[in-house]
């Protein structure tokens, strides 16, 4: 780059503050754009690309193969944040839940699950991380934490990376630290070892709500300078967003799609989730269906079981008829308990008959019994806690 002006493509802001845009929301293209001037070599890009992925750098000054001029043209420009452990839960050899806060104060929750080889067929050595896409959720699932405060916001691209990155970067500094340790205050700089194999984007919030930045966080967390996630190990789950499972079926990349359906008529499905009222069974199976055809892939049924709403042996043929009808599997997961709601799980020998009479109708079904319920693993939960008992400061 030969003069500081050619970082401008925006208004120069005055002071450095939380409301630059984080770099990490940035586009590779963007960036290059700005990097396009005759005095700055391409391979200050790669430079900076590699800091920000897979070197999961927090502070500009860590990137020490910048020049010093360049990185505070840069902290001039944009922000650079990860978010912040506050709590984690959970042992290394198992599930473990990390709550974050954000720029702003704001909590958000992730859930790294070791491979379960029964269920995803993977190497033992393999890692899925279940990351937030929003603050809160506005479609109120009458069984779910997440929306029981209602909707806050939207994370930003950079937010949902910064959740992997966030994770990879503890993962590298903690080996050998007990669990249910707090963050270190000081900490050496992050290795470029990977741990996160598989995405799930199943935590807080409807992903197909906040589509925008959810796509461009993707994007960068697929790309091989980014997070190198092939997308075929990234799985977006909706509760029925029936015009947004359209637009992914039309985009480029190969992401897996889960719907949670959680009850085969609509008779159910209005009991639990309004989402149902605007887009109902019919409209939500042909979306589906068009995604099907599309991709040419296989999708996924979430179905919890929640005693005495949508448990009934009656349910197994209305969903083995849309199973069918999406050529979908079905993943039946026994409910995971929400302090203040009064849902139950089924007895296990209940949700084994229901598995077996579906699978007697020629369904492939998985029965998740949830590795994480003794830590509030369902989405929501950890962060609604903490909230109730801590009032949101911002910092
Ligand atoms: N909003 C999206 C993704 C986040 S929820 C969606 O609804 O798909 C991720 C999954 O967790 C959904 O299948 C949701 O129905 C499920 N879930 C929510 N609360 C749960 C609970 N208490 N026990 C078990 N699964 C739950
Ligand atoms: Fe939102 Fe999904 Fe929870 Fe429904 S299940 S309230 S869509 S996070």
């Not at 401008?8 to 590779?28: K, N």
């Not at 929400?338 to 007895?347: C, F, K, M, N």
């Amino acid at each position: 780059m030969s003069s500081p002006s050619q970082l401008s493509a925006q208004p120069p802001s005055p002071a450095r503050s939380t409301a630059l845009t984080d770099i990490r929301s940035e586009s590779r293209e963007t960036l290059a754009s700005r990097f396009g001037g005759p005095g700055i070599p391409s391979y200050r890009l790669d430079q900076l690309l590699a800091w920000l992925y897979p070197h999961r750098v927090e502070k500009w000054d860590e990137m020490t193969n910048l020049p010093r001029k360049l990185r505070e043209e840069l902290a001039q420009h944009f922000g650079l944040e990860l978010p912040q452990l506050i709590q984690k839960q959970g042992s290394h050899d198992s599930t473990q839940k990390f709550l974050w806060r954000l720029g702003d104060g704001n909590l958000v929750e992730s859930v790294l699950i070791p491979a379960n080889p029964d269920l995803y067929g993977e190497r033992a050595d393999r890692h899925t991380l279940c990351v937030s896409t929003q603050v809160g959720c506005a479609y109120g699932c009458r069984f779910c934490a997440s929306g029981l405060d209602g909707w806050r916001r939207n994370l930003g691209p950079h937010e949902i990376i910064g959740q992997v990155l966030a994770v990879e970067r503890w993962n590298s500094r903690s080996s050998g630290k007990p669990d249910d340790a707090q963050a270190p205050a000081q900490t050496p700089p992050a290795t470029s070892e990977r741990l996160v194999n598989n995405l799930v984007i199943m935590g807080m919030g409807e992903p197909l709500a906040n589509y925008d930045n959810l796509m461009q966080a993707l994007r960068t967390l697929n790309a091989p300078w980014g997070g190198a996630i092939g997308a075929r190990k990234i799985t977006i789950s909706t509760s029925g967003l029936a015009p947004r499972i359209r637009d992914l079926a039309d985009d480029p990349l190969q992401f897996r799609l889960a719907i949670s359906l959680h009850g085969a008529t609509d008779e159910v499905r209005d009991r639990i989730m309004p989402v149902n009222r605007k887009y109902p069974l019919a409209v939500l199976t042909e979306a589906g269906m068009y995604y099907v055809e599309k991709k040419g892939k296989m999708i996924t049924l979430e179905y919890i079981l929640i005693a005495g709403v949508n448990d009934s042996l009656d349910e197994v043929l209305p969903l083995s008829r849309l199973a069918h009808k999406l050529h979908a599997k079905v993943n039946l997961i026994p409910y995971n308990q929400v302090e203040g709601l009064s849902w139950t799980r089924p007895e296990e020998s209940h949700c084994r008959r229901f598995s077996e009479r579906l699978q007697a109708e020629g369904i492939t079904a998985t029965l998740r019994i949830e590795k994480g319920h003794d830590i509030e693993a369902a989405c929501g939960q950890l962060r609604l806690k903490s909230e109730r008992l801590t009032p949101l400061k911002a910092t």
